[in-house]
Each structure stands twice: as structure tokens, then as C-alpha cells.
């Protein structure tokens, strides 16, 4: 089994900045991606960014592209999502996933607990 923790979300006003880390318990062939997804209240959960680990190679949903980056720390098993010029409708909570092929297009193996990021105008 592989943990997944999240750190770094908070409270920020509008046009600033966060950054959320998410460290493996361990590295596994099982994991060959990670990223967020994120669910603001009353809403399904979405899909944010992802990177495969082999690759260095990153995809993000629309909404994002341009102000928030996803890169990774392969020696301590840490996926990084940089949030910039952050916007109300930003506000979530933000769950670090892994798995084996693209958790944009199939359910990730693992979850995080989830960290709160709000943003306020």
C-alpha cells in the first residue's frame, strides 16, 4: 500500500500564490503518474494537473494552464503543484493522486487526505 500526504494549502487572497506538496510513502510500479484533482463545495471532483514520473512530462486542465506548474522530486518521492495568480473560483479542497496510467482518463490507484485552498476576493 502506498500513502499519500498532502501539505501547503491555506488561505490566500485573490492574485496570490500557493504551493501544495504531496510525498509517497514509497515508490511502486504501480506508480507511473501523479498530480490533483480538486473539489470545491457542491461540485464533482476535477481533475487539476498531472506528471508522469519517468518523463518529466506534464498535462493540466484548461482552467489552469498558465498559473499553476506541476513538477516533481524523484529522489524523495514528491509531486509539487505551484499555484499562481489565484483566483476565487481556485477555492477547494485538493487531493494529490497516483497511479499507474493517466488519472485524467482512469481512476487513480491512490488518494491523499486532501488540503484546503481557499481563495478570497
Known amino acids: 500500500q502506498v500513502q499519500l500526504v498532502e501539505s501547503g494549502g491555506g488561505l490566500v487572497q485573490a492574485g496570490g500564490s500557493l504551493r501544495l506538496s504531496c510525498a509517497a510513502s514509497r515508490r511502486t510500479f504501480s506508480i507511473r503518474i501523479m498530480g490533483w484533482f480538486r473539489q470545491a463545495p457542491g461540485k464533482e471532483r476535477e481533475f487539476v494537473a498531472g506528471?508522469?514520473?519517468?518523463?518529466?512530462?506534464?498535462y493540466y486542465t484548461d482552467s489552469v494552464k498558465g498559473r499553476f506548474t506541476i513538477s516533481m522530486d524523484s529522489a524523495k518521492n514528491t509531486v509539487s503543484l505551484q499555484m499562481n495568480s489565484l483566483k476565487p473560483e481556485d477555492t477547494a479542497v485538493y487531493y494529490c493522486a497516483a497511479g499507474p496510467a493517466p488519472i485524467h482518463q482512469s481512476p487513480p490507484s491512490y488518494w491523499g487526505q486532501g488540503t484546503q485552498v481557499t481563495v478570497s476576493s
Open positions: 506528471i508522469w514520473w519517468s518523463r518529466d512530462n506534464s
